[in-house]
């Protein structure tokens, strides 16, 4: 009986993460204005049905959010392209830090790209698990630490790129600080009337914004759980 259920249980997700699939996820990344094929191409590589529990794996390559436990999400997959491709865009980022690590599933996409990834997470069952999965995947780039990303991780600091996979009502201080000139730092701003999608680069002057498209994300919440 617990044979035929394995069994049973490969196969679906087999099924679920075959390369027609994920091809087909592809295409509609492509027809959302996905156009960076970098982005595209570890898009179909990382395997987002290792992210989520096994209940789900057999929608892990739909667009869709999923449900990862303790009230969060992984984020969609186009969401998860498009942040990257707006941080990485004409050359950028060697080190990138990464606040929510969640399912661990952006950090694998930004590992495959980048140097070297840090990524801190408030919610510590999320973290424990982020760090076996990418650890059994033998993502050795990537850096993890339990914490409150508002406050960054100052010990690697200055950061090329800062991605931040929720939503706060204004941008965090100490992370804007931690990023190098000439860097940026993507994230969802919650502005009362909807959120939006927003990169911030840091000139020699400042910082410059540009508001990239609306956007719905969980909240960036303070302290640790
Ligand atoms: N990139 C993740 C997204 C997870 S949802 C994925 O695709 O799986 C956003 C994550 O941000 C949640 O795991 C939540 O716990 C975390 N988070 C919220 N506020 C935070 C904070 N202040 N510091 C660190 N992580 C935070």
């Not at 204004?170 to 000439?182: D, I, K, Y």
């Amino acid at each position: 009986m617990t044979t035929a259920n394995t069994g049973i249980a490969q196969t679906t997700a087999g099924a679920a993460s075959s390369p027609r699939v994920r091809e087909r996820l592809v295409e509609r990344l492509i027809d959302a204005g996905i156009g960076d094929a970098r982005v595209l191409e570890v898009m179909a590589r990382v395997p987002r049905h290792l992210f989520v529990d096994e209940a789900l794996a057999s929608h892990a390559y739909e667009d869709a959010a999923l449900p990862i436990g303790h009230g969060q999400t992984i984020s969609q997959p186009y969401m998860v392209a498009r942040m990257t491709q707006a941080l990485l865009q004409s050359g950028c980022c060697a080190t990138v830090l990464e606040i929510g690590t969640g399912s661990g599933f952006q950090t694998a996409v930004l590992a495959s790209l980048v140097r070297r990834v840090y990524s801190v997470e408030r919610v510590s069952a999320l973290w424990q698990r982020a760090e076996q999965r990418l650890r059994e995947l033998r993502y050795r780039n990537v850096r993890l630490r339990y914490g409150d990303g508002a406050l960054g991780w100052p010990e690697y600091a200055p950061f090329d790129g800062i991605l931040i996979t929720a939503a706060a009502d204004g941008v965090p201080r100490l992370l804007a600080e931690q990023l190098a000139p000439g860097g940026r730092m993507v994230l969802p701003l919650d502005r009362g009337k909807g959120q939006v999608l927003v990169r911030l680069t840091r000139t020699n002057f400042g910082y410059r914004h540009e508001l990239l498209e609306p956007v719905t994300f969980v909240p960036l919440l303070g302290g640790i759980a």
